[in-house]
Structure formats: structure tokens, C-alpha cells
């Protein structure tokens, strides 16, 4: 058969239960919800470390994080390692990149991809300056509404609708898609900045959800309230309450409803790519959105608001998908490489060390591609998943938390101390050491896991501002 097309749509800090077929209780998602009901569903896809340059890198490469080395934010930080872009484009396929970028150092290196038009920081945006030309000279562009990355604090958009970096981002897909070769297969990677803060969707996304209401955050039995030192508009734990709660998550809600209608523009049966005809669509963030759960806000925890993501695949009938599939196998990033490339007949290199899901979305097999996940962000807590069970340990105070995410999964009640649980305690406990016992950081000595050591964001293996890449897997 013809080769078929691929579209890879990233969004950013997008949680994974922020999608209406997941049941969510006022979001409204029908084109991603689509995507799934065409295709599959992972339940239990997560970020092994939730943030976005980490998790970039695991989407270009097929590697966890312990293998590329990212294991937590450090930014101007070159690497080299094969990728997915530039396996396909190796294979005849036309690459290009729209929007969000893939955040990897220098900003303009392509890995792979042959055309980039791209959404930064100034002065290498190619969105900032397309405003700069579009947008009313006094209006203050981006952050002429007084929102600012990170912050929690909302404004609705203060420009125009098509001045949005989102309609942007939409905008150049589908001029890539007019303009490209027909005589190539195309692999497009579209990627938004929502639902990132600045927290300023379109109004009427906003005014949607302030109508409706929202479902309220998620607060433990372990959990406690920040100290009022460490309040602040873009810190990390706050207690908002009230009127600020409701409009921030309503302002995240309406991000993504705004990236879902947008996404209409390129999925459609009329003018656009259509499920099911010639075109492989991947549907994924990079990580979540704390949002307020457990007094927490954005990312980095092993926590499901911040860790579990959305993946929905669909494809052309020939690959005999279980359309409608919702699977609980433990993915992550590093799978999406050596899926595609499964998908494609494209041979995976060997530095690859994701699994494909091709299988498990055949239904040919229900055994989980790993035993569990390895999550990790420095200056956060260490993680474990399998989809039921979830272990975290602090680094710097030595707390432990246990969930069973089959009967909470909202993460309320910690078992780490319930003495019936005690065996299933040791045994991830034990599991952890295994992970980190070989790390430089020194989180093991003696067979036990040690307090105290200082974090690192980048393994010694994981590149350097000069560049440079030796490859290392830890098991």
C-alpha cells in the first residue's frame, strides 16, 4: 500500500482526564474525543518526566528520560540521537514542524525536520514577530492583557480571535498541508502552546466554562495547605479559593475547547485529513496541569494532574485497530517513535528503547509493554506506576506515598502508612532502589534509599551546552 500520511498533534500541559471521552464533567472535546472513538485510547499514558523539554526530547528520540538524560528543566542543552523526523524523512516522508516548539537547544536545529515554523520566545518566534506585524501597535501583543507565562492569574484574550497563537498555529498547518509535495508521504508535527499558561483563551471559551462551572480540585488526606510565604501569582503550591480557583481553571478548560475547535479546521471529511482514509493521527501533550490538586499548580510531580496524559491513535482501516479501544497499558513518550515507525515499516534504531503499541492496539496481545514507569522530575518526588499502583518518594524528606489508582484515582488517600499495605509498600519501595541505584545523584547507598542529595536535571550522559551525547540506559 501507499505510504500514509502522519499527524502528530502535541499540545501543551493538557491533562489526561481534560477530555470528554474520559468523562469529564463540563469539557467539551468532540474532535479529540473523536480521534479515540475512531481509533485507541490509552488510559494510563504518562510523562516519565513531566516537563517540557524532558518530554520533547523523548517524543524526537524513542528514549526515556533516564536514557537521554533530561530527568528534569534545564534548558540550552544540546544533544544528538537519531529521531523520528529524520527516520521518516530518511524514508522518503516530508517533515515539517507548525507552532509550539519542541523546546531543544539551539532553537532553530531541525532533528530532522524539514520545514519549521515555530512558536518561542523572542527573538527566534516566528509567531512573535508575524504578530508584531498582524497586531494593533498599541495593543501590547502577547502580554498586552498583563498575563504572563506561568502565572495563574486570567485575563480573556485581549486581541483578536485569528491573532491567537492557537488559530496561528492551525493557520500554518494547513498552509503546509496546500503547498506540500503530493508525492511524498507527509509527517506533520502541529504543536499548540495551550493549554500552557498565559491562562487567556478567546472569551467565549472562557465565558463557556464560567457558565458551566467546574469540577472541584482534588484535595487528600496527606495533603496540606502551603504556607502564605510561599503564595505567588506563578508559584508552584497555592490555596486559591473562590472566584480565583473558578476563573483559572475556567480560563485552562477554555484553552483546550479553543484547540479543539481549531482542530476541526484540519480533521474533516470535506477539506481537511479525514479518520480512517490515508492519514495516521497521534493525538498527545508533553505533560499535565496540577490545576489546583492538592494545593499544587503546572508540573514536575509523579501525581496523575501533572504525570497522566492523553494518547489517542487513529489510522486507516488496514491496520485493524480495536476502534473504540480503551487500553490500561503503562505508555509514555518514548513509545510513540517505535510505534510510528512500526506502523510505517521504517526500521527502528537501535537507540531507541520505547516499546511500539501496535500490537496491543491490534488486540494480538493484552501483556503490558513494561512492568511499570520510572517517573521522575529533579526537585520533585520519584515515581512508579503500573497503572494500579502508584509509588512516590521524596528526596529530600524521605516521604513516601502509595495509591491504588484502580480504587482512587484521584490520589486522596495515602496507604504508605496503613499497616495492611505494608508488603505492597516494600515492594515498590524496593523497586525504586533498583531504578536508582547506579544514579550519580547518590539516592541509594547501602541497599537503601538515602535523604538529602542534591537533584540534577541533567544526567552526565545527557548532553552539554556545547553539545555532545553518549547513550546510557539504565534499567
Not at 523520528?84 to 532553537?107: E, I, K
Request: glycine share 10%; net charge negative; aromatic share 8%.
Amino acid at each position: 500500500m501507499e505510504p500514509p500520511n502522519i499527524l502528530l498533534i502535541v499540545t501543551e500541559q493538557h491533562r489526561g482526564d481534560c477530555l470528554g471521552v474520559e468523562g469529564h464533567p463540563v469539557l467539551q472535546t468532540p474532535n479529540m474525543d473523536a480521534i479515540a472513538r475512531n481509533g485507541v485510547r490509552f488510559r494510563r499514558f504518562y510523562s516519565a518526566c513531566p516537563t517540557c523539554i524532558s518530554a520533547r526530547r523523548s517524543i524526537l528520540s524513542g528514549q526515556l528520560p533516564q536514557t537521554h538524560g533530561m530527568v528534569g528543566y534545564q534548558g540550552s542543552v544540546e544533544w544528538d540521537a537519531p529521531t523520528l523526523p529524520q527516520a521518516l524523512r530518511d524514508h522518503g516522508y516530508q517533515t515539517a514542524w507548525m507552532g509550539r516548539s519542541m523546546h531543544q537547544h539551539p532553537v532553530r536545529k531541525r532533528y530532522g525536520y524539514e520545514e519549521m515554523e515555530i512558536h518561542t520566545s523572542p527573538p527566534n518566534s516566528d509567531y512573535y514577530i508575524w504578530l508584531k506585524e498582524h497586531a494593533p501597535a498599541d495593543s501590547g501583543e502577547v502580554f498586552g492583557g498583563g498575563v504572563m507565562h506561568n502565572d495563574c492569574t486570567v485575563r480573556p484574550w485581549h486581541l483578536d480571535d485569528y491573532l491567537h497563537h492557537t488559530n496561528w498555529t492551525v493557520e500554518r498547518s494547513l498552509n503546509f498541508l496546500r503547498r506540500r509535495d503530493p508525492a511524498r508521504p507527509f509527517f506533520l508535527t502541529m504543536s499548540f502552546l495551550a493549554a500552557h499558561p498565559p491562562l487567556q483563551p478567546p472569551t467565549f471559551y472562557y465565558e463557556r466554562y464560567l457558565r458551566t462551572g467546574v469540577p472541584d480540585r482534588l484535595i487528600g488526606d496527606w495533603d496540606a495547605p502551603p504556607p502564605p510565604d510561599k503564595a505567588g501569582v506563578s508559584a508552584h503550591s497555592m490555596d486559591l479559593n473562590g472566584e480565583e480557583l473558578l476563573e483559572a481553571r475556567a480560563a485552562y478548560y477554555g484553552l483546550i475547547s479553543h484547540v479543539d475547535d481549531q482542530l476541526r479546521r484540519v480533521i474533516n471529511p470535506v477539506t481537511g485529513l479525514s479518520h480512517g482514509r490515508d492519514t495516521i493521527i497521534v493525538f498527545t501533550s508533553d505533560h499535565g496541569e496540577l490545576l489546583g490538586d492538592h494545593y499544587r499548580w503546572a508540573k514536575g510531580q509523579p501525581l496523575e494532574g501533572a504525570a497522566r496524559i492523553p494518547f489517542l491513535l487513529s489510522a486507516p482501516a488496514c491496520y485493524e485497530l480495536q476502534t473504540g479501544a480503551a487500553l490500561d497499558a503503562v505508555g509514555t513518550h518514548a513509545d510513540i517513535m517505535p510505534t510510528l515507525l512500526d506502523m510505517v515499516d521504517v526500521p527502528v534504531p537501535e537507540t531507541v528503547d520505547g516499546c511500539s503499541l501496535l500490537p496491543l492496539m491490534q488486540g494480538k496481545t493484552t501483556d503490558p509493554v513494561r512492568p511499570y514507569l520510572h517517573i521522575e522530575h529533579a526537585g520533585y518526588d520519584q515515581g512508579l506506576t503500573d497503572g494500579v499502583w502508584k509509588y512516590a518518594w521524596n528526596p529530600s524528606d524521605g516521604r513516601e506515598l502509595l495509591f491504588h489508582l484502580g480504587k482512587d484515582p484521584g490520589e486522596l488517600h495515602n496507604l504508605a502508612q496503613d499497616p495492611a499495605e505494608g508488603e505492597e509498600l516494600s515492594r515498590w519501595r524496593s523497586c525504586l532502589i533498583e531504578q536508582l541505584k547506579d544514579r550519580p545523584e547518590g539516592y541509594v547507598r547501602n541497599g537503601d534509599l538515602v535523604v538529602g542529595q542534591k537533584p540534577r536535571s541533567l544526567l552526565p550522559h545527557g548532553g552539554a551546552a556545547t553539545g555532545g551525547f553518549v547513550r546510557q540506559k539504565w534499567q
